[in-house]
Structures are given as structure tokens and as C-alpha cells.
């Protein structure tokens, strides 16, 4: 047989996404909802500073950063997570006379500590407000990356998918046959990070001197969590009588 002659090839028309007669689909939702306790939190804390001086100023905001940070360290293992942000130094103009005459300098320095002991989180929030010139805010409870609670809702979805096929083909009087495709629509969702009511808490803010005894630790009530899974899922049954 010669090229001329050779039979036209025809190529394989793509699958259908849709089921056939002999062969029908049935396509569902699984979703999966869980309220669960948060397994860490999140604080920041800003450190501040102000001289008229600015390399006394500098020194003033090291001290006090150090300070900050040599007490967070003391809860050891209770301590997940600590960063330094960002540091700045401004320096503020006068507002009267024809020269740029500095009047004063500004000094923060911003640090955050995730912690998964919150018996400690009240201490050490408690401890950190009671320093001078230096905030706190939060806390922000959240779950880890890779937290438990994500693979059980991925799971409860899949589960629900073919639990709400099954019925719809009872309904039809046949069973499902096949898996064709299973889609994961949205992965889980963790929510909120930000808090209800976020505390932002400060010795200097409400003008308060030395303390003379250490402040009663604050009792903080965690904030339950929600973690969300769903998947689309679609399955082959056999051919129904109707």
C-alpha cells in the first residue's frame, strides 16, 4: 500500500465531561466545618524611646529593647517564635525658627513573639505592659501550618462527597461505580487571625510610675478557631431503571 492510498487516521475525540446513558455521572460537594482550640498566639511589641539627644536616645531604645527581649526569653520552651521587626530613629523639627533645629528624637523598635502556652502568654503580656514606654498588642490565636485539625476537615469533606453520592443513587434505586475526579475547591481556612477585641497595653499610656508590686497576670480566654474544607467530587453509577 502506498502513501497515496493509506487509510485517513482519524484522532481520538477528547472524553466527554459529562456522563453517557450506559455510563452516568453523579457530581457532589463535601464540606466540613470544625470549631477548634487555638494552638498558638501571637503578641507584638513596641518598644520607645525619646531624648533630645539622638546617641543618647539610641541607647535608651537598645537598653529597653533588651530589656523586652531578655524577659521574653525567660519562658524558654514556651516561646515558639521571636523576631525583631523594624527599628526607627526620627528626628523631630521645631516648629518655630527659620533653621531645621531637631527638637527631640523618636525612637520604636517592634518585636513579635508566638507562644503556645498561654498560661505564660497572660504572664509575660502582663510582665512586657508593665515596662516603661513599651506596648503591647493582641493576642492573635491562630493553629499551626500544619496543625491536625486541617487533615481531619479534609478527611470529614471527602467523606461527606461520597456519603451525599451514595444517597443520590439509593435515590435512583443503583450504586456508584467509580471515582472519576476528586477537586479540592477551597483547602482549609483558618479564621480570624486578628483578634475580637485587640488589647494594646501600655505602662505609659495610662501614666503610671514605677510599680512598687508586679500586676496580677491577665486571665486571657482563647478564641476557638474554624477550619474549613471542601471538595468537589464525581462518580460513575450504575445505569438506573426509570
Not at 452516568?24 to 531624648?51: C, S, Y
Not at 502568654?121 to 502582663?126: D, I, K, M, N, V
Not at 443513587?169 to 475580637?196: I, K, N, Y
Amino acid at each position: 500500500m502506498t502513501p497515496d492510498t493509506a487509510p485517513a487516521t482519524h484522532p481520538t475525540p477528547p472524553p466527554v465531561p459529562y456522563g453517557t446513558p450506559d455510563t452516568p455521572r453523579i457530581a457532589v460537594r463535601g464540606e466540613a466545618r470544625l470549631e477548634v482550640d487555638p494552638e498558638i498566639a501571637r503578641i507584638t511589641v513596641t518598644v520607645t524611646a525619646r531624648g533630645k539627644d539622638r546617641r543618647e536616645t539610641l541607647a535608651d531604645l537598645t537598653r529597653r529593647n533588651t530589656l523586652a527581649l531578655d524577659l521574653v526569653k525567660t519562658y524558654g520552651d514556651a516561646v515558639e517564635r521571636l523576631e525583631t521587626g523594624a527599628l526607627t530613629l526620627t528626628p523631630e523639627l521645631g516648629r518655630h525658627g527659620r533653621g531645621e533645629r531637631v527638637r527631640t528624637h523618636h525612637g520604636l523598635v517592634h518585636i513579635t513573639a508566638e507562644l503556645n502556652d498561654f498560661t505564660a502568654l497572660g504572664e509575660l503580656t502582663t510582665a512586657l505592659a508593665d515596662l516603661d514606654l513599651t506596648r503591647v498588642d493582641g493576642p492573635w490565636w491562630a493553629l499551626r501550618p500544619d496543625s491536625p485539625a486541617h487533615r481531619t476537615a479534609r478527611q470529614q469533606a471527602v467523606r461527606e462527597a461520597v456519603q451525599r453520592a451514595r444517597e443520590y443513587a439509593e435515590a435512583l434505586e443503583t450504586t456508584l461505580t467509580a471515582l472519576v475526579e476528586l477537586a479540592d475547591t477551597g483547602a482549609e481556612d483558618t479564621h480570624p487571625r486578628v483578634p475580637q477585641s485587640t488589647r494594646a497595653l501600655s505602662r505609659a499610656a495610662y501614666g503610671a510610675g514605677p510599680a512598687e508590686d508586679e500586676p496580677a497576670p491577665l486571665d486571657l480566654e482563647p478564641q476557638r478557631q474554624h477550619v474549613r474544607a471542601q471538595v468537589d467530587a464525581r462518580f460513575t453509577m450504575a445505569p438506573p431503571r426509570l
